[in-house]
Every structure is written in C-alpha cells, then in structure tokens.
C-alpha cells in the first residue's frame, strides 16, 4: 500500500475527454470563448463597481465581490481544463490537485453565502428602506462580505485536510476534468465515511441555509411589493432585485439539475452518462459566472450608465 501511495503522490492523471479526442478541441474553442467572455466580463463589473461613485454602495459592492469571486472559481480550474484537452497524457501533482481542489471548493462555498448576504442586502432594501442606511451600513456590509470569504476557505480547509490524509491505492486515474473531490475521494483505499458525513453537514450549512435563507427574504420582499400601490412603483422595486433573484435561480437550479437527475442502471447507458456529467459539471463551472455579469448589465440600468460612461473616458470621448 506504501508503493501504491507513493505513486499517487507523485500526481493524478485526468481522465477528461480522452476517449473522445474528436471533441477536445472543439470544447477547448468553447470553453476558452466562455473563460475569456467571463474575464472581461467581472473584470468590467469590478471596475466600474470602484470607479464609479453612484456604485459605491452595499448592493453593488457584493456584486463586485461576486465578480471578483468568478473569476477566482473558474482560473481555479478552466486554465487546467484547456490545458488537458491540449495534451496527450494530462497529470496533475498531489500536491496541485490539493491546491486545486481547495481554491474551488472555497469559491464554491463563499458564493452560496455572498448570494445570502446579497438577498439580505435586498430585502432590507426594500422591506426596510427607511432603515436601510443604517443596517448596511459600511461597518456591516464589509464585515458581512468578509465573513463570506472566511467561511468558505474554512470549509474548504476541513475538507481538503479530510481528503488529502487518506491513503490511495490502485488506480490513480480521475474521472474528470478537475481534481473534483468526490471523483478524488472514489479512489481512497479506506473508509471515507467521516469525509460524506462532513460533506453533508456542510451541504446542509452552505447549501441548505442559504437557500432557506433566501427563500423567506424573497417572501417577504414579493410580499412587500404587491402592497404598492401603483404599478410603476411595483416595477421599480421588483427591478432593484430581479437581476440577484435570476442568478440565484441558474446558480441553485443547475446545482440541483446536476444531483438530482436519475442515474442509469445500464453499463452502456453509465458511460454515456458519465460523460454527460463531467461535460454538465464542467459548463456549470463557466456558465453562471458567464451569466453574472451580462444579467446584471442587463437588467440593470446603473451598471449600463456606469459601463458607457467607463468605455467613453478610457476611449477619451467627452
């Protein structure tokens, strides 16, 4: 079993598309179109969310946390997926698999909470507008967005720590594109039981709290706005928060589209499926953080003024 180790130690090869080379490069044009859209994207947002003193407020400071969180989740792991759809043979140390996996599950996990904050954030907004400025306050809208931040590496460092200190036996082969940590987990030669039960109290923690947590604040908030009276102010204050409320749903929505569908019994129809997996797992990973910016320039129209405006003084246009 040392030998075993010792050789997964050395590095994991990445399975990817590699018994289906014809699609590698098509998928590594569109996955590069979706990472470089995702880049000049949030990188649009964060800047005109700094440069941009009517953006200087809680709401568009968790937008351009938001942003800033994208582009970290995804250059945590799309540089490793374009680079495997390039090589023959792709291998991955121990040691940058851990890395990897740490950096996304605590994007992952920060961005479940940073959605809660900004759904609070909202429903202050418009439920207690009086008493807006003083809840979200600086002194409260910074620390909660930090806190986003430390509660999801602190996650992610209890479930790397838990997976990097079992031993590994056998194949060394991943079953996808990433160091994903349940294809990781799969090839542990000892009981990984404490690894689901953790796995499962922080689902409930970072997945289920926050879903709850959102659910009821947009209760509240519908609540509030069908007791305006006219139908332009009913607008108006459904608009401040339709952008949060669509991506919540394509960020919660494909989260349970990817673990709730039906797995297949066949051997033949397991492999195809298989497939289908890595391929959703990986769009899920770009597709949302593509989504984030283009949905709030959208809908929004500060961010559209504050983007014109940015374009035309780096263009030198009066």
Known sequence: ???????????FVLLGLSDQPKLEKTFFVLILSMYLVILLGNGVLILVTIHDSRLHTPMYFFLGNLSFLDICYTTSSIPLVLDGFLTPRKTISFSGCAVQMFLSFAMGATECVLLGMMAFDRYVAICNPLRYPVVMSKAAYVPMAASSWVAGGINSLVQISLAVQLPFCGDNIINHFICEILAVLKL???????????MGVANVIFLGVPVLFISISYIFILTTILKIPSAEGRRKAFSTCSAHLTVVVIFYGTILFMYAKPKSKDPLGADKQDVSDKLISLFYGVLTPMLNPIIYSLRNKDVKVAVKTLVRQKLGLS
Do not use: H, Y
């Not at 542990?188 to 953790?198: E, G, M, R």
């Open 1 to 11: 079993m040392k030998m075993a180790n010792q050789s997964v130690l050395a590095g």
């Open 188 to 198: 542990a030669c000892a009981d990984i039981s404490i690894n689901v039960i953790s």
